[in-house]
């Protein structure tokens, strides 16, 4: 074999030989000698060591799952707090609404005009012509006997109101004249019929003009309120009887 640069087969074994093999020596002694630092390591240290690469990745999840449990708690907190408020928007509209019916409530009842209000005893009546039970003939207005058309033994015809019964309220309008003796001993109105068996829970009998399954009242005290008060012949203010004449004013 030929070496480069003039070296010859003695010189390279000569000479290099044991250089090559002090290399050798050189490298295995640095391996053995990191092997034994390495054994020499205090064992604690080692394992603190293994313990803090392990703990690292343990504290990075163990944050995570606190942020996720803070995310998913303020989540929760925003939610009750959209829902406590729209309950509060919910009851505030409520609470306007109310307060706008009463508001309204009021206004009409101040705009309704309560000429006259007072209390009385009333019986009942049904004048259609047909001459049952009483019947004197039609309605002195000239209307047809309806349901709403009252008959006063003083009162303007046409004048208008209502009265309450227990808790009832039932409009009507002066259509008729009466009642007539009985006015003389404070009976001062007199109901139609099917208005009467509404209000004290009776049913009206058109084929007998009576009024049935109310306990046989014929009789009952009524407030009254006068809203209008009619142009036809009478006398307006607190009812008189049928006898003072004061229906033919």
């Known amino acids: 074999m030929k070496f480069p640069f003039g070296l010859k087969t003695n010189d390279v074994r000569t000479k290099f030989t044991p250089l090559a093999a002090g290399l050798v020596g050189i490298t295995t002694a640095g391996v053995v ?30 944050g995570a799952s606190a942020a996720e449990r803070l995310a998913a708690a303020t989540k929760q907190k925003d939610e009750a707090k959209r829902n406590a408020a ?7 509209a409520k609470k306007e609404a109310a307060a706008k019916r009463a508001a309204a409530k009021k206004k009409a009842e101040a705009a309704e005009r309560k000429l006259l209000v007072g209390t009385t005893k009333a019986s009942y009546f049904w004048d259609d012509g047909s001459g049952r039970q009483g019947d004197t003939g039609l309605p002195a207005s000239g ?32 259509g008729d004249r009466g009642p007539g003796v009985p006015s003389s001993h404070g009976v001062m109105l007199d109901i139609d019929g ?22 046989g009242l014929g009789h009952i005290n009524v407030t009254y309120v006068i809203t209008k008060w009619g142009s036809g012949p009478g006398r307006p203010g607190k009812p008189v009887p049928f006898s003072t004449g004061a229906w033919r004013e």
């Open 33 to 62: 000698l990191a092997s034994v630092v390495d054994d020499a390591q205090d064992p604690a240290e080692k394992a603190g060591n293994v313990a803090a690469a392990d703990v690292q990745p343990l504290a990075m999840t163990a």
């Open 86 to 92: 729209e309950a509060a928007r919910t009851a505030e």
């Open 143 to 174: 209307k047809p006997m309806q349901k709403g058309l009252f008959a006063s033994p003083s009162w303007p015809l046409g004048t208008e109101g209502y009265v309450i019964y227990k808790g009832k309220k039932a409009k009507f309008f002066i």
């Open 194 to 215: 099917k208005t009467f068996a509404e209000l004290t829970g009776g049913t009206w009998d058109p084929n007998t003009l009576t009024v049935r399954g109310n306990g």
